[in-house]
């Protein structure tokens, strides 16, 4: 369902994506296939002699880990095909890291990404009230300019 707006919450397991207008919502849930999760929320281990070039899970040059699931970042991102404002939220590093994924592979889902903000787990019409909220602001600064 094309719409003008849609949320994703993430984390490194899970993306809620949800799409919706005024009239229609269209929610749905892509998995991490990656099995390579440490403890904390990193992906690769931190452990050994400091964190340098020798420790698995170091952080990229382009920043979050080298070792992010591109497949699953990939997925989020065929799901937003065709959506021109979208908010991205969650805890921790995958949201930026997602958006680091689309400035990378996805210009046109990078190009439609207004904001990332952080937040815990919230439910699926919490989302969408928060994005409906958001956006309202976003559209109401815009018109200002």
């Known amino acids: 369902m094309p719409t ?16 919706f207008d005024r009239e229609h919502i269209a929610a749905q ?3 991490s296939r990656s099995h390579h999760k440490a403890p904390g929320g990193h992906t690769g281990s931190h452990q050994g002699s400091g964190r340098g070039e020798g420790a698995s899970g170091h952080h990229s040059a382009a920043g979050g880990h080298n070792s992010s699931d591109e497949t699953y970042y990939h997925s ?3 799901a937003l095909k065709g959506v021109h404002e979208i908010l991205i939220t969650g805890p921790a590093q995958a ?9 990378r592979h996805d210009k046109d889902i990078a190009k439609a990404i207004v904001g990332v903000i952080s937040s815990d787990h919230p439910s699926d019409g919490q989302l969408v009230a928060m994005a409906k909220q ?6 109401q600064m815009n018109q200002k300019l």
Do not use: G, N
């Open 4 to 19: 003008f707006h849609a949320i994703v919450w993430l984390d490194r397991s899970e993306a809620h994506v949800i799409h």
């Open 29 to 31: 849930k892509i998995k």
């Open 76 to 78: 989020i991102a065929e």
């Open 95 to 103: 949201k930026d890291e997602f958006k680091a994924h689309c400035t």
């Open 134 to 139: 958001y956006f309202l602001k976003y559209d």
